[in-house]
């Protein structure tokens, strides 16, 4: 099995800064993916970020130029830091990762239980 968990969330101003951690655990053979999604109510999932483990990068527009997501492949760890926040960055952020656990040839995901982001005044 393979457990994913999400921290750092909070209530931020808005222009306010929050960094979000997700660690993966478990049966892992290899991660070649990790990712922020967000959800609000009665929206479906979407993509904010998105980085290989080579290093390469993907962000929604929406967030292009606040938002950096990095990767520590050593210790199966992604961050979202978020800077310059708006109250429509308001959402459950979820951790996706794409990954091959321990004995297995087929490419498998996991997701987190998610953190909830709020920025308001």
């Known amino acids: 099995q393979v457990q994913v968990v999400e921290s750092g969330g909070g209530l931020v101003q808005p222009g306010g800064s929050l960094r979000l951690s997700c660690k993966a655990s478990?049966?892992?053979?290899?991660?070649?993916?990790m990712a922020w999604y967000r959800q609000t109510p009665g929206n479906q999932r979407e993509s904010v970020a998105q980085?290989?483990?080579?290093?390469?990068?993907n962000y929604a527009d929406s967030v292009k130029g606040r938002f950096t997501i990095s990767l520590d492949s050593a210790k199966n760890t992604v961050v979202l830091n978020m800077n310059n926040l708006k109250p429509e960055d308001t959402a459950v952020y979820y951790c996706?990762?794409?990954?091959?656990?321990?004995?297995?040839?087929?490419?498998?995901?996991?997701w987190g239980q998610g953190t909830q982001v709020t920025v308001s005044a």
């Open positions: 980085i290989s483990s080579g290093g390469s990068t």
């Open positions: 478990g049966s892992i053979f290899s991660i070649y993916g």
């Open positions: 996706n990762v794409h990954l091959f656990q321990s004995g297995s040839s087929r490419p498998d995901e996991a």
